[in-house]
């Protein structure tokens, strides 16, 4: 205002036109409003599918992380087992030769028959 009364009439309009643009103002902030709203619902949805997804991840590699130390431990047993079974295999391969040199083919047999767990006592042999 310089000084000089404006007419009623023209107040009314420059308050209309100020109401007017306050109203526009707010209509603008309220659309703004619900679209950040729907932008903040999609990032939330985002944020759920990327936990879910983690978790997803988290929970098979502690399945798979079970599954190889069930592994480990099964080849540990396996190795574990290998020990003895190679010192026998070294025994039979003695007495197989021991077997071969002294006895020919008939001591052989008696070495297998021994393997399988059988124990002939022949006339022969003295207890």
């Known amino acids: 205002m310089n000084g000089i009364p404006q007419p009623p009439i023209e107040r009314r309009a420059a308050a209309l036109a100020d109401v007017q643009q306050m109203h526009d103002d707010l209509i603008s902030a309220h659309d ?45 047993n396996i190795g574990l087992l290998t020990a003895p079974a190679h010192e026998i295999m070294r025994t039979v391969r003695e007495l197989v030769d021991a077997a071969s040199d002294a006895g020919g083919a008939g001591g052989h047999a008696k070495l297998e028959q021994e393997q399988a767990g059988y124990v002939f006592v022949s006339e022969d042999d003295e207890p």
């Open 32 to 76: 703004e409003i619900g679209q950040l709203k729907a932008d903040l619902a999609r990032e939330t949805d985002r944020c759920a599918m990327l936990v879910e997804d983690r978790n997803r991840h988290r929970r098979d590699g502690m399945i798979y992380r079970d599954k190889l130390v069930e592994l480990a431990t099964a080849m540990t």
